[in-house]
């Protein structure tokens, strides 16, 4: 039977050819573990194979899981859209924002940020699909967000985070990431220190490296298929 430390391990090391592939330096991609859905004890289990990182999309989810694993040196990270109403916890429990697209919602994270901790960690979320239903700062509206985020000083903006429509179609897939990068260096040639691309997702992350990733956003690939959720609010 296939553990989470095998699949783990796995993805590591498809992570490391798809680097090698792409030229880029090995180790220059970061995997964020998408644990949503998913029980304490499959994260306990992933950290005791070598994963720090995790990702959590359900922020009373995410809370009850960090209190269970709070003997565990665990990176939080918060993925996809925030709620005014969620800003307050989100900004003192978490290291990392992946899905920033309104100004409203920095403010009030930058708000709520505890001023004796280190700036929480902003990637802006790019709909660079355009869809209606997607979240996400239209491209050409992304720079004036940019500019208004990095003013904000208990935020640190770090880059930039998308999800792509999903496709099969490989070259669509680079299409997308790379329009993402090219957003990304050019807000660099004008100043920006930014580092972080955030995207590529179990299905399509090797060509999210290819163009450029540097953390790639694993779940099914790593913990199977998702529980059903009062599944994981029942286990520990």
């Given at each position: 039977?296939?553990?989470?430390?095998?699949?783990?391990?796995?993805?590591?090391?498809?992570?490391?050819?798809?680097?090698?592939?792409?030229?880029?330096?090995?180790?220059?991609?970061?995997?964020?573990?998408?644990?949503?859905?998913?029980?304490?004890?499959?994260?306990?289990?992933?950290?005791?194979?070598?994963?720090?990182?995790?990702?959590?999309?359900?922020?009373?989810?995410?809370?009850?899981?960090?209190?269970?694993?709070?003997?565990?040196?665990?990176?939080?990270?918060?993925?996809?859209?925030?709620?005014?109403?969620?800003?307050?916890?989100?900004?003192?429990?978490?290291?990392?924002?992946?899905?920033?697209?309104?100004?409203?919602?920095?403010?009030?994270?930058?708000?709520?940020?505890?001023?004796d901790a280190d700036p929480?960690?902003?990637?802006?979320?790019?709909?660079?699909?355009?869809?209606?239903?997607?979240?996400?700062?239209?491209?050409?509206?992304?720079?004036?967000?940019?500019?208004?985020?990095?003013?904000?000083?208990?935020?640190?903006?770090?880059?930039?985070?998308?999800?792509?429509?999903?496709?099969?179609?490989?070259?669509?897939?680079?299409?997308?990431?790379?329009?993402?990068?090219?957003?990304?260096?050019?807000?660099?040639?004008k100043g920006y220190m930014?580092?972080?691309?955030?995207?590529?997702?179990?299905?399509?992350?090797?060509?999210?490296?290819?163009?450029?990733?540097?953390?790639?956003?694993?779940?099914?690939?790593?913990?199977?298929?998702?529980?059903?959720?009062?599944?994981?609010?029942?286990?520990?």
């Open positions: 039977m296939t553990t989470i430390a095998d699949r783990l391990q796995a993805v590591k090391a498809r992570i490391h050819a798809a680097e090698h592939n792409a030229r880029r330096t090995a180790d220059s991609v970061l995997l964020l573990a998408v644990s949503k859905a998913h029980p304490a004890a499959s994260l306990r289990e992933a950290f005791e194979a070598g994963q720090r990182l995790f990702g959590e999309n359900y922020l009373q989810e995410a809370l009850n899981k960090q209190q269970v694993l709070g003997d565990l040196d665990i990176e939080w990270h918060f993925i996809g859209p925030i709620q005014s109403n969620k800003t307050q916890p989100i900004a003192q429990h978490f290291s990392w924002v992946h899905g920033v697209d309104r100004l409203k919602i920095a403010e009030r994270l930058n708000a709520a940020r505890p001023t929480l960690n902003i990637c802006l979320q790019v709909n660079i699909s355009q869809e209606s239903s997607k979240s996400g700062v239209l491209p050409e509206d992304l720079e004036t967000l940019a500019m208004a985020v990095q003013g904000l000083p208990h935020l640190r903006l770090r880059g930039l985070m998308a999800i792509p429509a999903p496709t099969s179609d490989i070259e669509l897939q680079h299409k997308q990431f790379r329009m993402v990068r090219e957003l990304f260096t050019q807000l660099k040639a930014l580092d972080t691309l955030s995207m590529g997702m179990s299905e399509d992350y090797a060509a999210a490296i290819d163009e450029g990733a540097t953390i790639v956003r694993i779940g099914s690939a790593i913990f199977g298929p998702r529980p059903r959720a009062e599944t994981v609010m029942a286990q520990p």
